[in-house]
């Protein structure tokens, strides 16, 4: 009896479907089954196509490809329609792909030389569908498990998706519950070089994975095999893995799992790992479950990947770092310093920003902070050498000034050699690497000993300073252009002393300008923060009713005695106030700008150690000062004298006499710029209680010739110094030095209710 008519008696047709020819060849019972006469039969594609629901023509396609590439069996149900649309019957096919060969033997290929057709040979078999109520053996290709799968799909894509590192796709993956058969035992293994290896499992005790943990790509295991061959594995029943794998049989057993599937992670052409799923329950393997595993495969090698690259760039990343940005060192009696450096968070996570702290030969040391143009790999590069370099300038002990210039002509050179840059696509050098680049930098020699400070600035913010008793300025210095742009820059030095309780800021430009601020608005949200810490530090130390209580109860309690722990507090409410949640609320003018790395540093000197709870009998309020040099090339600063003036009387009781205050102060440096060729040094101090302060300031210069009273006319533009003094100031004088003079004011706090009996 021939096998046709064997197969008909229990209602099975064959089928051999040619993709190349785009035919399909039936026997009788095969065109029966599709609705046609039955008998053998050749037909275009498209004809038996016809005969097929088009959801379930759309789901075997996937089911046929899986299996060419597999070369696994392609199972199907399909539901066969009339002419009329109506279903006839359900028919289950199972195909095998054969490779398809040109008459001579040799295999055919697509016009374009491509990859090899196959040929679909297999057979066709009615099946009954499931009453309703009852429960069948499969579920259909249709319906809610189509429905369930694809829902399944998505969520797993999403959450593989949205894992940033190996031990998260490992989790995701241990989490993924499939439609209909889940795996409670999971393993991925590694490829690294010839060994294999386990980098993660789960449903497994801790130790289970030791025979798995390393072996050699030979070894006759499934996901070794798996790795070689880029073919998935599916092992449906103990015995099926007893007789493929014997040797490895025994590893497997302990663990009580009865089905198993193994599956290639592949990436862009590249096998890089194996992903083993096991049962505790039988699993046939159909083919649309052999469609979800492999769908979950690809997933995850795609994450694995994704995984492998941010975990590599993130440790790049913190290696750099850690090189470029020093540790602080020991600590410095006297003296309390606390840095951040934040990225900007997208990219290399490392721009062109950098502080440094250098001990110097002379016993002092030198706080740094700068920062290189751009927020590239270059910029990164650069500033590392910038780094280097001025570190190297101040241990052979030059000066601010000279540590500076040395460090401008070092970056120009840098940018303008021809060998700089690295080669372009073109073979030429990369313009970009050639393209000039500046930084602005601050360079600040300290003497723990004596608070002095001696400030060298290309370019950069100017620091501020937030005295003891909570106030707040910014110090304006002299300074040059930025570092790099003009190799024969000069960099002035300014000098000024950092009196105990005092403590310094500098910081980049992304401190003040970060959330679309402009050096205004920013400098006024680092103000808040600067001012507000200063009254809520004072509950860190000894006394729990701030400054106001210590004074009141005798005690010395200033801002210098609060634990070392609230000067990193202080670096970390600096930074939330630009990427915490606040900062969301306050938005700048500019918030389109393009976001900035921020690098800050805080200096405080400490006040002298006077013991725990040793009082003073008549504790007096810290002496507000500032001290300010404005050259004759730079009558400009002069604004900068006004600005330090009202910043210092920010809480004074009458706003006219701080107005009256600004107007001598501009008067007197005025004149010094006008009447002399050297310098002017202003220095100005408030001391006493609030409400009760004597504000004394001075302006010294190099000549001997004395002020005089003169008489203005109506249209005279000056001679009105000595007569505004006069009128304005409660005392003022002259004091003759020994090259030079001081001339002198003090105005004594009031509050505008008194002012105005007075007058």
Not at 166 to 177: M, N, P
Not at 489 to 510: A, I, K, Q, V
Request: negative net charge; hydrophobic residues 40%; aromatic residues 6%.
């Amino acid at each position: 009896m021939r096998t046709e008519d064997v197969l008909a008696a229990i209602a099975t047709g064959l089928w051999r479907w040619d993709n190349a020819s785009g035919t399909v060849t039936l026997d009788g019972e095969a065109a029966r089954l599709l609705g046609l006469p039955a008998e053998p039969v050749v037909l275009p594609e498209a004809t038996v196509r016809s005969r097929f629901h088009p959801v379930d023509w759309n789901e075997i396609n996937g089911i046929v490809n899986m299996a060419v590439a597999e070369g696994t069996l392609a199972e199907a149900r399909l539901r066969i329609m009339d002419v009329d649309g109506r279903v006839l019957r359900t028919v289950r096919s199972r195909s095998k792909p054969v490779e398809n060969r040109a008459p001579g033997g040799s295999p055919r290929t697509e016009s374009g030389g491509g990859t090899t057709d196959y040929e679909l040979i297999g057979t066709i078999q009615e099946i009954a569908e499931p009453q309703p109520g009852t429960t069948a053996a499969h579920t259909p290709i249709t319906g809610d498990w189509r429905r369930s799968r694809e829902a399944f799909l998505l969520d797993a894509g999403r959450a593989l998706a949205e894992a940033r590192s190996t031990a998260e796709v490992l989790r995701v993956a241990a989490s993924l519950s499939m439609p209909g058969f889940s795996p409670d035992g999971l393993a991925v293994f590694g490829v690294a070089g010839d060994r294999l290896s386990i980098i993660g499992h789960h449903g497994h005790d801790p130790g289970d994975e030791g025979p798995f943990s390393d072996m050699p790509l030979e070894t006759d295991y499934p996901a070794a095999e798996v790795v070689r061959t880029g073919r998935a594995i599916y092992l449906a029943t103990p015995e099926d893995y007893k007789r493929r794998f014997p040797a490895a049989w025994p590893l497997a057993q302990r663990f009580d799992r009865v089905s198993w599937a193994f599956l290639p992670l592949i990436v862009a052409g590249r096998t890089m790992g194996a992903w083993m799923a096991a049962f505790k329950h039988p699993a046939s393997f159909s083919p649309d479950e052999r469609s979800v595993l492999t769908t979950v495969a690809r997933m995850l090698a795609q994450a694995l990947q994704r995984a492998v690259v941010a975990e590599s760039e993130r440790e790049l990343t913190t290696g750099l770092q850690r090189s470029m940005m020093p540790q602080l060192g020991p600590e410095i009696p006297g003296m309390r310093i606390a840095a951040r450096y934040v990225p900007t968070g997208g990219g290399l996570q490392v721009g062109g920003d950098w502080y440094d702290m250098i001990p110097l030969p002379s016993g002092r040391f030198a706080l740094v902070i700068g920062d290189v143009q751009g927020h590239d790999v270059r910029a990164a590069g650069l500033m590392g050498q910038l780094r280097i370099a001025v570190r190297a300038y101040a241990s052979e002990g030059h000066r601010p000034d000279a540590v500076l210039s040395r460090a401008s002509r070092f970056l120009a050179g840098l940018c303008s050699s021809p060998e700089s840059g690295p080669y372009g696509p073109d073979g030429g050098r990369d313009s970009d690497f050639l393209s000039p680049r500046f930084a602005t930098c601050l360079y600040v020699e300290c003497d723990p000993r004596t608070g002095m400070l001696e400030v060298a600035r290309a370019g950069h913010p100017d620091p501020a300073i937030r005295m003891a008793d909570g106030t707040v300025l910014m110090r304006p210095t002299a300074g040059g252009l930025p570092l790099g742009i003009d190799p024969e820059s000069d960099y002035p030095t300014t000098r000024f002393t950092l009196e105990p309780g005092e403590t310094m800021m500098l910081c980049t430009d992304g401190l003040i300008e970060t959330g679309g601020h402009d050096l205004d608005t920013g400098w006024a949200r680092l103000r808040a923060v600067l001012e507000s810490d200063a009254h809520e530090g004072a509950h860190d130390g000894p006394y729990e009713g701030g400054y106001e209580a210590a004074y009141e109860d005798g005690a010395a309690a200033t801002a210098a005695h609060v634990a070392p722990a609230h000067l990193e507090r202080l670096a970390d409410l600096l930074v939330q106030a630009v990427h915490g949640p606040s900062s969301h609320h306050t938005t700048g003018p500019l918030a389109d700008r393009r976001e900035d790395d921020i690098a800050v540093v805080l200096l405080r000197r400490e006040s002298a150690d006077r013991g725990p709870g040793s009082p003073l009998p008549h504790p007096a309020r810290p002496v507000r000062r500032t001290v300010l040099t404005v050259a004759q090339v730079e009558p400009e600063r002069i604004a900068g004298a006004r600005q330090q003036i009202r910043e210092l009387l920010h809480d004074w009781a009458d706003a006219d006499q701080v107005d009256s205050a600004v107007l001598m102060v501009s008067e007197m440096v005025t004149n010094v710029l006008t009447h002399t060729d050297g310098d002017a040094l202003l220095v100005a101090e408030a001391v006493g209680e609030l409400g009760a302060r004597r504000l004394r300031v001075e302006v010294a210069d190099g000549s001997d010739e004395l002020p005089h009273k003169r008489q203005p006319g109506e249209m005279s533009s000056s001679g009105r110094g000595v007569l505004l003094m006069e009128m304005l100031a409660d005392a003022w004088g002259v004091d003759p030095r020994g090259e030079g003079k001081s001339i002198w004011f003090e105005l004594h706090e009031q509050s505008k209710a008194d002012a105005d009996q007075a007058f």
